[in-house]
């Protein structure tokens, strides 16, 4: 079982074996604000509150997690809900917990510089542990001879997972062209331009490029699923375009 003692333990003892620090950042109890003075989601679930009550946060470069008080939540209001950014890549992209109304944390999602999304993992303690186990497998093979960046180029190569490219819908063909509750209940709510994709499901890897199909954008979320539509935006004027 994947849990925050056990990631914090496997992060010390990586700490140990690589020529930098991994900062492990202390958490939290999981119920009161976090350190930018944000309310944390609540009630926050038993699983994740129990990953930040054991971790705050850490860094592989060049990746750097910050599970409580991350600066980027205060910075993109194309996010549906911003309230838990948790890293970022150093050159405009988020990775988030996708938190539906019901207080459940769901997927873990990236959205890339550009605007589009991509499917981490289906969970917080899955990514966690895939990105702890990816930087603890790298340790034997990626020598430091040739310093850091070695080490950070692999490590960030191996992180990603290649998946398919989701569909992306006009929101017209949904309103009556599906049986589907959550599409068509969107697709009712946003402007003709506006394209979705659903994310049920979906394997890691998966990506839905909004930023191909619509330019710059603004991201809504199904009331009842992780089904998101890309409304077309002007962000000078802060309105749909």
């Known amino acids: 079982m994947i849990t925050g003692h056990s990631l914090a333990t496997r992060l010390r003892s990586l700490a140990a074996r690589v020529p930098f620090d991994l900062a492990v950042l202390p958490g939290l109890d999981g119920t009161g604000p976090d350190a930018t003075g944000l309310p944390l989601p609540a009630p926050v679930p038993p699983a994740e509150r129990e990953l930040l009550r054991h971790l705050g946060g850490f860094s592989v470069p060049p990746v750097e997690v910050r599970l409580i008080g991350h600066p980027g939540r205060r910075s993109n209001p194309a996010l549906p809900d911003p309230r838990h950014v948790v890293s970022d890549d150093g050159g405009g992209g988020f990775t988030w917990v996708d938190l539906a109304p019901d207080g459940t944390w769901g997927q873990v999602l990236m959205q890339y510089r550009e605007g589009g999304l991509y499917v ?25 001879e040739d310093g850091v960046q070695p080490y950070a180029d692999e490590f960030w190569d191996a992180l990603h997972p290649d998946g398919p490219e989701l ?34 499901d979906a394997a890691p890897g998966s990506r839905a490029r909004f930023d191909r199909a619509c330019g710059p954008h603004r991201l809504l979320r199904a009331a009842d699923a992780p089904v998101f539509a890309a409304v077309p935006w002007d962000w000078q004027h802060d309105r749909p375009r």
């Not at 289906?122 to 430091?144: K, N």
């Not at 992306?168 to 394209?195: I, N, Y």
């Open 120 to 144: 981490q993992a289906p969970s917080l303690a899955a990514w966690l542990d895939r990105l702890v186990g990816t930087a603890e497998d790298l340790v034997d093979g990626v020598g430091f």
């Open 167 to 200: 569909p992306l819908h006009p929101a017209p063909t949904l309103r009556t062209g599906t049986t589907d509750p959550a599409l068509a209940a969107l697709a009712r709510t946003v402007p003709d331009r506006a394209v979705l994709a659903d994310l049920r």
